[in-house]
């Protein structure tokens, strides 16, 4: 059963950034916030995480708000290569990674 | 490193065969893990391990499934007898302790059972 709520699309044209929004209402404490995407017909690969504070690499930010109920992943400028399924996930730091049914975004040129 | 390793890339088999999925990690890494996608359920977690100990097998679908781990650099996931509704791909992931963030995930077999 997954913990979070994420739009099932999303469109994004190429160049301009892209907001993906999840909702984590019932996180805990020790649960973290994980993201990942997947390229077609690809395994799932890692993005970005974060705690509490908001995390950048140089793939993507996370910006996870205050009372930790929600977060977004901004990736900065989409590029086509950016059309994938992404996956929000909280989990705890042992535990496995359960995947809901993610967002599939489309960067369109 | 080669990352996960998976073998074959694809499987066709008949209805009531066995199926062996293998499955070879990231050197070092010390978490394993099964997964199953379908476009009706997503990706299903089966069953993973950790050093080599099956840890929770609650997601395998019955007991024509069976998985093992007999050393740190090799894996499999057995299905017999194959059924059509087994049709899926199939990943393996493995991961660190202490870098518990990432999996990495091999690129899946396609199991079609016809």
């Known amino acids: 059963d997954a913990k979070t709520t994420q739009p099932p699309s999303m469109d994004c044209a190429e160049g301009r950034a892209a907001n993906l929004p999840c909702n984590h209402s019932?996180?805990?404490?020790?649960?973290?916030v994980y993201w990942y995407r997947q390229i077609h017909s690809q395994g799932p690969q890692y993005i970005i995480h974060?705690?509490?504070n908001n995390e950048t690499n140089e793939m993507a930010s996370l910006i996870i708000t205050e009372d930790r109920k929600s977060s977004t992943l901004i990736l900065p400028h989409a590029t086509l290569r950016d059309t994938a399924v992404y996956y929000c996930i909280v989990s705890a730091g042992n535990t496995p990674l359960v995947f809901g049914k993610g967002t599939r975004l489309s960067v369109i040129a | 490193d080669a990352g996960v390793i998976q073998s074959p890339r694809h499987e066709v088999t008949e209805m009531g065969q066995e199926v062996t999925l293998r499955c070879k990690p990231i050197s070092g890494h010390d978490y394993l893990f099964w997964y199953r996608q379908t476009m009706m359920r997503g990706l299903e977690l089966l069953i993973y391990f950790n050093n080599n100990v099956p840890i929770d097998d609650s997601g395998m679908p019955e007991d024509r499934f069976s998985a093992k781990m007999p050393n740190a650099s090799f894996s499999t996931l057995k299905i017999q007898p194959s059924e059509p509704r087994d049709s899926a791909v199939y990943f393996c992931?493995?991961?660190?302790?202490?870098?518990?963030?990432?999996?990495?995930f091999g690129p899946g077999t396609r199991l079609t059972v016809t």
């Open positions: 019932t996180i805990s404490g020790n649960e973290y």
């Open positions: 974060g705690l509490k």
């Open positions: 992931a493995s991961r660190l302790t202490g870098n518990s963030y990432e999996q990495y």
